[in-house]
């Protein structure tokens, strides 16, 4: 049976700078047949972060181009710890934090890739379905006597751990175990591809070797760049650490924020990288960015496409409004019109003061509450200029009252309070 791909995957990925390697003949096995191709998660923790987009976008533009994706979580190679790009052996999970990681992974794999019954279904499958059924002694004489150590040594995942102080022998064995994968994809699922990040590219020949090896067969590889900022360093955290996908773990507003304030010079490389729009589309952004990058229209549409991606429409919605209080000109009712999680994660990283509740019984004079019960102001002195001169607000609401009384009215969510000194200086009073 023919077959036409939708477009030439490795051509788009050269375009969008997501092609770091590949085995010589992948590109022309892409365009003769579909292809079914998989890509590994290690559930090292309960959500995927955005370090994991480009493995996704790569799953995701493969099945685009009309061929089979599968997204493999690692129950199996979750409990060895890859060595890959790391200077020191991971932390091993325990079993029931480690299926609570994969329950929580398989959830947002899901929402990515199209599942339904089609030409080209995705797939999710997990290694310890079929690593269960292995015993080590059968392990080491069916596969591992097909590598020899002199072929495992010759990896940089193992030369450069072990130039910076060793490696164990459960990590050194992590190439079989993925390798193997490859090896039960390929006899299963007619499985010819791997792909990853750079830093798999070890790994993942060893699973081609394994196959030739073991099944006389001829598989194939492609690899990504790790992405880096323009300043060198490796993407995907903020200041806070890793920009993650679970809400609860990274809000949609702090989510959105992160991609509203990458570097000009990223945004170009980012939107190549990240966005599901057409060339054409991604090219007229990027055209009518240079040159107008104070509009941050690219870091707009990125923000946004990735925040309903990721998280909803209603997400972004709120993230927008939340955007359109704290750094443009939200009113009052705006504020009011936030969810719970979003105002509170708004809020998050302003200078805080904690009141008790009980304060609130009988109300507090507003100079009070400014300069005795918080510091947002030195002395009653300033706080009273500062509101006679109408440079105070409570809520997005200016306060002109310098013998108001605050009370428990004035409480967002019956717990905020949103104090403004100027036009930029934002303080939240808590109520515990």
């Avoid at 533009?61 to 979750?78: D, E, M, R, S, W």
Wanted: proline share 2%; with cysteine.
């Amino acid at each position: 049976m023919s077959f036409t791909p939708n477009f030439d995957f490795i051509e788009e990925l050269q375009w969008r700078g997501l092609l770091h390697d590949a085995i010589p003949g992948t590109h022309e096995l892409l365009t003769k047949e579909q292809v079914t191709a998989y890509i590994g998660f290690d559930p090292t923790a309960d959500s995927l972060h955005i370090g994991n987009m480009v493995p996704i976008m790569m799953l995701t533009l493969f099945q685009k181009a009309g061929h089979k994706p599968i997204a493999l979580v690692g129950g199996a190679t979750g409990m060895v710890g890859d060595p890959s790009g790391k200077s020191s052996e991971r932390k091993l999970l325990d079993l029931d934090s480690l299926n609570a990681n994969l329950e929580g992974q398989k959830a947002q794999l899901m929402k990515f890739l199209d599942f339904d019954d089609c030409s080209n279904a995705a797939k999710l499958v997990n290694n310890y379905d079929w690593f269960k059924e292995w015993n080590f002694l059968e392990f080491i004489r069916d596969v591992g006597k097909h590598i020899t150590v002199s072929y495992m040594m010759g990896k940089d995942s193992v030369k450069n751990r072990l130039e910076s102080g060793g490696l164990s022998f459960t990590e050194f064995s992590y190439q079989l175990v993925q390798g193997y994968d490859f090896v039960h994809l390929y006899k299963n699922e007619g499985c010819k591809l791997q792909m990853g990040g750079s830093d798999q590219w070890g790994n993942i020949t060893t699973g081609t070797e394994l196959i030739r090896r073991m099944e006389g067969g001829e598989a194939f590889a492609i690899t990504a760049p790790l992405v880096t900022k323009s300043d060198g360093t490796k993407f995907g955290k903020s200041e806070g650490g890793n920009v993650w996908l679970d809400p609860k773990k990274t809000s949609p507003f702090k989510f959105y924020q992160f991609w509203l304030n990458v570097a000009d010079e990223d945004a170009i490389k980012f939107i190549k990288i990240y966005s599901l729009k057409t060339r054409v589309e991604i090219q007229s952004l990027i055209d009518g960015h240079v040159g107008n990058e104070f509009k941050r229209e690219l870091q707009k549409a990125l923000a946004e496409e990735l925040t309903v991606r990721v998280h909803s429409n209603e997400d972004l919605a709120m993230a927008l409004k939340a955007t359109e209080i704290f750094f443009g000109n939200g009113s009052k009712d705006d504020l009011l019109s936030l969810n719970e999680e979003t105002l509170s994660s708004s809020l998050d990283g302003m200078e805080k003061f904690t009141i008790a509740k009980g304060d609130f019984t009988e109300g507090i004079g507003v100079l009070d509450l400014l300069a005795t019960n918080t510091q947002i102001f030195a002395s009653k002195g300033e706080a009273r200029k500062m509101i006679q001169a109408n440079g105070f607000s409570i809520n997005k609401d200016k306060f002109a009252d310098v013998n108001g009384i605050i009370d428990a009215s004035y409480l967002l969510h019956e717990k905020y309070i949103l104090a403004q000194k100027g036009k930029k200086q934002y303080y939240v009073i808590e109520v515990v």
